[in-house]
């Protein structure tokens, strides 16, 4: 190698070596690098065998020196841990709180967003939506699923999957399960294989094929032991006999791919043999695709919008003219779209957090470094460099923020206990929550950056310049103006990051407050609820009438029962059939009104007190052998008709265009999709006349509390010993089921705003104690010549509000935008006031304020005579 490159290769390579040994004796082995490479220059491969050779000597030398030295760092520093263990354990408390918030909600980010779902190349699977011409999305009609699976040839596959309920019969007490009819290439589009047996098949997914059911491993275990003599065997589901022939592997749960699909399933059936409707307006088919390779999402989309407005055309009669289109996305970013918003504004917020608290243990770090400077001005003395001290401090750092990670990790370990309970059981993906790899990356992370950010002050002060010469820090006992600044900078950043956060936890407190506020069109108070759904046995419409007329009236006369009825899809519960009614005598192309469609039996809105505007409710009198009849919501009746009194008018269904529908009252407008969704328009008709298998029970108490589950039971059991409930819940519990998600983001975020104020209180305290600390000379002066304690502490206190009013500023300046943003982005985010913004500025201004004073009380109530005596 030549002579002046050789001579840079060689300073580079010395600089491999620990600062100590590179100060001590980095000159020495420099030059013989040096001298050895001009005796050896014999030729470019013998230059390069002998600097690999180097390299290779320096790297055996210097590992071993740079562990011994980090070892006797960590020792050092474990040492002067236990001289100090006030300061040890508010800064172990400190980083432990601000690393276990971030890690407690990045473990919630990284199991709903981050992690990918459990299946085969998660991000090549696709879920599939029908699109109305008005834009909005919905499920697919079996003939819809069978278009994409033949035109679709930017999937590979496409499989349906539906959500359904049997009794489970001859195995102890009836039980309701959640069973889920699919494709038969579902399983093999995801990447599951069988736990033990077989799955679906080609030959099970037909028409009229065997009954065969495959199992998932939790009703394998709880009911059938785990054992593998069940394969082959039979089970009674809706009093059918099903051939069990394989079960599904522990570790494999279906991803609920809407609000409406059940969060566990039990069992699952081929979809062919249970299509509940081959009609292609009648849609409740989910649909799962599996995107081809190297073919973009963009490319699938504009050949699925195609095919949309290709199957319009060759059915457009029964698509009555209108363009319909179809819609590819992502499954990952699809199930979560409800909750990315929220979670990534809390993610944005507990790293304000993770800052805070860093500079809190920053602050007491810097305190602690003017009782050091003595210190280490005479480790300077004695030859201890810039770099060796600078050294000392990031290690003093580290193992802090090391330890503290530590019990960080700890308290977010609790984080996916508080996800499983029943609140937060609505929210998709909260019951899959771990600590895996990327949170122990993460845990990492955090306390590198907190290592990095509270370490850097003191360091730059105890060994920036002048800092480190013994005879200054000997002789001098006040601190250097580098070091005051950073002390007001500390103090001023921790007040801008808390009143920052406390802004963000208003918005999410608002938001919560708004939702809370919105009247759902319905009462749950003293209401209880469960889902009945009949079996196949039940054959006929009257047969099913029958059993809920006589379950509703003996739960009527069931002792503290007010009223009874029953309904299709509960309120708030996202479930609902879509489909469209035109007014009668409307033209033909006319494309009517989309509603809701709800069967309801007479009782149910005097139970749910849905108020009746005009006309009547249902009566017993309505049933199958009268004229049909309809209640309607006051939206459906201004669309069809603006300008006159909907009730006597006629609606068709365009399932049933031949059937005039008279419409007989008029009932107030209901929340059924969510409490964020506005209300739909809806029909309702007679159970009797509209008559479906599953219903829910509905039974409001007297007094003031809904009526037990028991009741319900008695009721069910006593019009059929053998039918199952399920979903026994009251009708408060399930509306706060809608409140999940932002009762979610409002008490976390609250939380994270109280720690970000208890820790700014504490750090501002320290901060302006060691402050007016280092006046004491001048306090004690100032009381001397004449001041009195009352000026002396304004004069203190009116420091300390200066620094709190300069981050306030800055603060709330940054906090109004990222609001903004925030209620953007959140679902039904309310928008943040002046209100709010002053809230929040008082609250940290009254905290800041209180930190401040106490030291200043303190100090004013110094004797003059012992702080000049002391302090010469």
Known sequence: MPGRLGDRFAKWLVRLLPVDVREAHGGDIEQVLRTTNRERRQGAVAGVTFWLSAVADML???????????????????????????FAAAALITIALGTGATLAVFVVVNGVLIRPLPFADPDRVMLIWAVNPEGSRTWLSAPELDDLSSRASTLDSVAGLTDLRFALTGSGDPEELNVAGASAGLFPLLGIGPHVGRLFDSRDDLTGAARVVVLSHGLWTRKFGSSPAVLGGSIALDGRPYTIVGVLPPAFEIVPPSAVFPRRVDAWVALQPHLISRARDVRYLHAVGRLRRHVSLDTARHELQATGAAVSDDYSSAYRGRRWAFDVVPMQEDVVRGVRPALLVLLGTVLLVLVLASANVGALLLARSGARRREMAVRAALGASRARLMRQLLTEGFVLAGLGGVFGLSLAGAAPAIARVSAMASLPRFS??????????????????????????????????????????????TRPPHAVRATRLLAASEVALASTVLVLALLFARTLASLLDIDPGFSTVQVATARVSLPPSYSTAAQITRFFDDAIERLRATIGVEEAGAVTQLPLSGAALGSSFSADGAPPDASGVDVDLRGVAAGYFATLKIPLLRGRDFTPADTHRTSAVAVIDEITARRLWPDRDAIGQRIRWMRQPELAVEVVGIVGAVRHRGVTQPPRATVYRPHTQYVRPAMYLVA?????????????????????????????????????????????GAALAGWLALQALALTAVGVYGLHAFAIAQRRREVGIRLAVGGTPGRVQALLLADGLRTTMAGLCVGLAAAVPAARWAQRVIPGGAAIDVSSVAIAGAVTLLVAAGACWIPAHRASRLDPTVVLRADP
């Open 60 to 86: 055996r030398a210097a590992l071993p020196l740079h562990l011994e030295a980090f070892v006797h760092d960590v020792r050092y520093t474990w040492r002067n841990l236990q001289r100090s263990p006030a």
């Open 432 to 477: 899959d929550l771990s600590i895996d790899w990327r949170v122990l990356a993460c845990a990492a992370a955090a306390a590198t950056l907190t290592a990095a950010i509270f370490a850097l002050a003191p360091a730059f002060e105890l060994s920036g310049p002048g800092s480190a010469r013994a005879s200054d820090a000997l002789r001098s006992s």
């Open 700 to 744: 409001r108490g007297q007094g003031d509390r809904p009526p037990p589950g028991a009741a319900i039971a008695e009721a069910v059991r006593a019009a059929d010993p053998n039918q199952p409930l399920a979903e026994v819940a009251s009708m408060a519990s399930l509306r706060g089921r809608s409140f999940a998600q932002p009762g979610f």
